[in-house]
């Protein structure tokens, strides 16, 4: 069979376009988490206020919801993100927090932010960890809970 000009480029063009579809990463969901019901309050309008060196700020409309998460025994949450902002209080257990290639442990009593994609899991093996969370999101986004991401490479 002789090949052609156009036949070649469409050959290439296929065995580039494969190889380049079949490296393209995937969400990677979680496994063994258990969200308990939200409460859910708003605030609205813009919000500024400053206490004790602390300062809260909005442009808009925010939901605030207040929930309780447990990860299982091995349990992990996926590589993923959320809308707004996260603060999660280790209740009892242990977590491991991953953002982007730097891991750290967080042990009942402590505190740590969610911003932008990241990885929670469970170490351990005999004992579930419980999070009470906060989360912070603007008012339009509050169905957005979080959104699945492929893990990073590192």
């Known amino acids: 069979m002789k090949w052609t000009r156009a036949t070649t ?12 579809t079949s490296s393209i ?7 063994g988490t258990s ?9 609205d309008g813009s919000q500024k206020t400053e206490q004790d060196d ?9 939901a605030v ?11 992990y ?3 993923h993100k959320h809308p707004g902002i996260v603060i999660a209080t280790v209740k009892s257990g242990s977590v491991t927090r991953q953002l982007g290639c730097t891991t750290q442990t ?27 969370i906060t989360q912070i999101v603007p008012a339009d986004q509050v169905g957005a809970r979080r959104s699945d991401l492929p893990a990073p490479t590192c």
């Open 35 to 43: 969200a308990g019901p939200a409460v859910i309050g708003t605030i």
């Open 65 to 75: 919801l207040d929930f309780e998460l447990t990860y299982a025994v091995g349990a």
């Open 25 to 31: 990463a995937v969400a990677t969901p979680g496994s």
């Open 106 to 132: 967080f042990v009942a009593g402590d505190t740590f932010t969610e911003v932008g994609p990241h990885f929670v899991s469970n170490p351990s093996t005999t004992t579930p960890a419980v999070l009470s």
């Open 77 to 79: 949450s996926g590589w």
């Open 9 to 20: 480029s469409a050959a290439v063009f296929v065995a580039v376009a494969t190889l380049a």
């Open 54 to 62: 602390i300062e809260f700020k909005t442009k808009g409309d925010v």
